[in-house]
């Protein structure tokens, strides 16, 4: 076989670590000056996504925030409002430039730029090239090597002139994991490959894309969410990123949920050096001109206090609705409103840390695992599970549920991401939210007692195959 030239892991400097006892936590502005500051700065924002699960985490809506449904995730031609948008108006009262959107991921199709300049609202995002140079999975690397993050061995393979799928396996590799460099939302451009002979026919799939071959690590997959001002790189929660759950009919490389972490809850040093590779990441992007709220994916390495990342979402991640949750309960302004002070503001107001402690907040996402036709569209709400195994809901209102860490040992919180009719295999249906723990911490868990039940209960109550 050829000789592969494998990239390693690039080593952090000597003496990176962020030391574990009296790391913070969670880091941010206090709440009550970010809020006050913002209300001085806008005269309204409106919030852009397929559901307002998000906005809901918030806390208490103050009268200048609202929501406009407005995603890549629906069907060309939805609705481009929710019941709470106030943002029909097109150009109401108000000095130019205080009319402002979020955008959960302003660089999937023109969906929210095409909203905003129709409703004379100025869209806060990230500069689009550095961008979409965080968000490819290869152009990313350029940026761990300039952070000093490690990442897995890897091999890029060109679009063209490829040789055979052999060479490109190293002798010492067991398995692996193929991406595709423009993988999107649904995690659908990810797949494990077992040996040559599996490389060599998911290469006959993708011709003429570059592709990124990564050894497969075993390690417990975490997510850190950050937010990138222009003085500094505020870190935020650690979560334990649920990827690939065939219980919840997802695909290998889908996203299926999170579980916020507190240090205690990993081998000691882990969840500080997850902390330390957010920053380093984020002012690494701070650096490029980057501006706002981020995600870092990590794998906890072999050594238990190692991390090595994985890839970055250069915008709002479905976790921040529960980082948002802990931010809440620390008094800390919520995730959304940094992004908006990032966005506008040279610099940040003054941090806040805190030491914890962490609430268990988790959310589960259910897919499509055949299709289906759905009566009707998921129960929204605060819910519990009736006595016949069916989801009840208690309280349509899913906004006026309060706070995350609110919701009792026997309820969560439902968010449909499907209407009725017809779904396909893979298609989100329902986000659930909890004030507890779902899974074990491992890397790939099977779900708890309590989130079987769950689940259970959802499907019963989205109907039957087409």
């Known amino acids: 076989m050829t000789e592969v030239e494998v990239s390693g892991p690039p080593r952090a400097a000597e003496g990176s670590r962020v030391p574990e006892g009296g790391a913070p936590v969670l880091e941010g502005v206090d709440a009550a000056e970010g809020l006050a500051l913002l209300a001085s700065l806008v005269d309204r924002v409106t919030w852009l996504d397929r559901s307002a699960f998000l906005l809901s985490a918030f806390g208490p809506r103050p009268s200048w925030l609202s929501h406009a449904a407005v995603s890549p995730m629906l069907p060309r031609g939805a609705a481009t409002a ?7 108006d ?13 955008a959960f991921a302003p660089e999937h199709g023109d969906h929210a730029t095409a909203w905003a300049a129709a409703h004379g609202h100025r869209l806060l995002a990230p500069p689009g090239g550095v961008t979409a140079l965080a968000a490819d999975k290869i152009d990313a690397l350029t940026v761990f090597r300039a952070s000093g993050v490690d990442v897995p061995e890897h091999v890029v393979i060109p679009a063209e002139a490829r040789r055979p799928a052999a060479s490109y396996w190293p002798s010492h590799w067991e398995r692996a994991v193929l991406q595709r460099r423009e993988n999107n ?3 659908r451009g990810t797949w494990p490959v077992g040996d040559a002979t599996e490389l060599e026919v998911a290469l006959r799939r993708q011709p003429g894309r570059a592709l990124r071959l990564s050894r497969m690590c075993p390690g417990l997959p975490l997510t850190v969410s950050g937010c990138v001002g222009g003085d500094r790189t505020v870190v935020s929660a650690v979560s334990h990123q649920l990827v690939g759950l065939p219980q919840l009919g997802a695909a290998w490389g889908t996203h299926c949920g999170n579980q916020l972490l507190a240090p205690e809850d990993v081998a000691p040093g882990l969840y500080a050096a997850a902390r330390d590779a957010g920053r380093r990441v984020g002012e690494t992007l701070r650096g490029l001109g980057y501006r706002g709220v981020f995600g870092l994916d990590l794998l906890a390495g072999d050594d238990g206090d190692d991390v090595l990342a994985v890839e970055i979402n250069p915008r709002f991640q479905t976790v921040v609705s529960l980082v948002q949750g802990a931010e809440r309960a620390a008094g800390l302004l919520p995730s959304l409103g940094l992004h908006i002070l990032a966005c506008l503001l040279p610099r940040l107001p003054a941090g806040r840390t805190t030491m914890g402690p962490v609430p268990r907040l988790s959310q589960l996402v259910v897919h499509a695992d055949r299709p289906r036709f759905l009566k009707s569209a998921p129960l929204r709400g605060r819910c519990r599970i009736a006595p016949d195994g069916s989801l009840l809901s208690e309280s349509g209102d899913a906004a006026a549920h309060g706070p995350l860490t609110a919701l009792g040992p026997d309820e969560a919180l439902c968010w449909p991401h499907a209407a009725d009719g017809r779904v396909s295999p893979g298609d989100e249906l329902l986000l659930m939210q909890f004030s507890g723990r779902t899974c074990p911490l491992e890397p790939r868990p099977a779900l708890g007692p309590l989130a079987r039940h769950w689940v259970a209960a959802a499907t019963r109550s989205l ?4």
Do not use: T
Not at 82 to 88: H, K, L, N, Q, Y
Not at 90 to 101: Q, T
Not at 463 to 466: I, L, R, Y
């Open 82 to 88: 929710g019941p709470d948008a106030r943002a029909g």
């Open 90 to 102: 097109g150009a109401a009262a108000g000095p130019s430039g205080r009319r402002l959107a979020v």
């Open 185 to 187: 939302l649904l995690g």
């Open 463 to 466: 109907g039957g195959p087409e």
